[in-house]
């Protein structure tokens, strides 16, 4: 049974626990990606029969394989994918900068240019499940910012192969390449290259503990989006809401994995156990209701507020990756909210949209890193790079300058390489 916590009764640290995972994966993760980088598609095969069972006879898909494969999904599951493909691209496209360029008046030009990555690498969690909205999510994104080409890694089933709807989404998306691996060694593969898999330039797309610790070692040989915890959610009702949507809102988290939470804040303590009811009937009835069930029971939350005012300031503490404004005048509040990975506004609005058809990106910042951290973007894709025209009257005007600051630092040679060319 879920648990309902009033004032009091509860620490703000640990409404949203988290750290849940109770074990340190990092040794185990550094070994994996030593071992790939030195010992290339040999080491990276090994590991797949370790972790997954088997190697697959060819990491890459070839373009005929992903066609084969693709007529095996349902019409109608391809035409959503499309539609739901065309509103993230019109999110995302809104996204794209350009780069800019200042005349300072006495011959110097500053500029600014935007520049796509050569190569990403996109994971694609997979194996027990697939997840061809992440596929749309990760690579959208970086075909709009115009990256040179798109990597995708992604575990393959018990039977060797990648899900279909996964390889439906990577076409439809423009992924250029397609492997079948995963875990850590995916990560590490694309990080320092292989004799099969290129190195690239960034990894995006979530995983699982393993796949975290992975990016976090990696990072810094290349980029990546963001370290992702667990799913999480937070629903902000008032006595106004319908308990069972709540508990289906809060149960769409929880399936997600034993680690996910999902929480509601509401000053209502009839709704609260109303919504508490719902949550233990709707359980029995969910596919994944064991792992529904350990996320609830032991991370799940109900917390009674005083009032509206100390929800939404506690929600902004929290920073969530999902905050849902379930309020008859959710508009009111949405402007309060600054602290949020995606937030769904109005009772129309269910998180579930989010994950696969609004249009908004579902990379989001978890674990509190919406207090200074973004869900994912076109930004994510491409750098930018100055550069610097003087003319010789330019230069000369500022030498003196420059020189001065530089030897308030102390370092005469930067001074004498500005004043030299005037010397002689």
């Known amino acids: 049974m879920i648990k309902i916590l009033k004032k009091g009764y509860y620490e703000k640290d640990d409404i949203l626990i988290r750290d849940r995972s109770g074990r340190d994966v990092s040794e185990v993760v550094s070994n994996v990606i030593f071992s790939v980088k030195m010992g290339g598609d040999p080491s990276l095969l090994n590991f797949c029969k370790m972790f997954d069972g088997a190697a697959p006879k060819k990491l890459e898909m070839t373009k ?28 995302h496209q809104k996204q794209v900068k350009e780069g800019y360029t200042v005349e300072c008046g006495d011959g110097a030009v500053l500029e600014q240019k935007v520049l796509p990555l050569a190569k990403v690498g996109i994971y694609i969690p997979g194996g027990t499940a697939a997840y061809p909205s992440t596929v749309l999510m990760n690579a959208i994104p970086a075909k709009i910012a115009n990256v040179g080409e798109i990597i995708m890694v992604s575990p393959p089933t018990a039977n060797g192969e990648i899900s279909p709807v996964i390889l439906a989404a990577a076409k439809i998306a423009g992924v250029d390449r397609v492997f079948r691996v995963g875990g850590a060694q995916a990560v590490a593969a694309l990080a320092y290259g292989t004799e099969t898999i290129p190195r690239v330039d960034k990894i995006v797309g979530p995983g699982n503990a393993y796949v975290a610790e992975a990016k976090k070692q990696v990072f810094g040989q290349v980029g990546i989006d963001m370290i992702a915890g667990p799913s999480e959610v937070l629903v902000l009702a008032d006595k106004g809401g319908d308990a069972a949507v709540i508990a289906a809102d809060m149960l769409s988290q929880a399936e997600h994995d034993k680690m996910a939470t999902a929480v509601l804040i509401t000053p209502d303590i009839f709704l609260a156990e109303r919504v ?10 969910l596919p994944r209701e064991e792992i529904a069930r350990e996320s609830i029971e032991v991370n799940g939350k109900i917390i009674l507020a005083e009032n509206m005012d100390e929800a939404i300031e506690l929600a902004n503490e929290l920073a969530p990756e999902h905050l849902e404004l379930y309020l008859d005048n959710a508009e009111e509040y949405a402007d309060r909210i600054v602290n949020a990975g995606s937030v769904f506004v109005g009772k129309n609005c269910p998180e579930a949209l989010g994950d696969y058809f609004a249009g908004t990106n579902h990379t989001l910042p978890t674990s509190g890193t919406a207090r200074f951290a973004s869900p994912l973007t076109v930004d994510d894709f491409t750098k930018t790079m100055s550069f610097t025209y003087y003319t010789e009257d330019a230069l000369n005007y500022a030498k003196d300058k420059v020189a001065l600051l530089a030897r308030e630092e102390g370092l005469e040679g930067h001074a004498k390489s500005i004043l030299s060319r005037f010397e002689k």
């Open 64 to 91: 005929k394989e992903i066609d084969k494969a693709i007529k095996d999904v349902p019409e109608e599951v391809m035409d959503t994918l499309k539609e739901a493909a065309d509103r993230i691209t019109a999110y």
């Open 276 to 285: 508490a009811e719902q949550i233990e009937m709707q359980l029995s009835k």
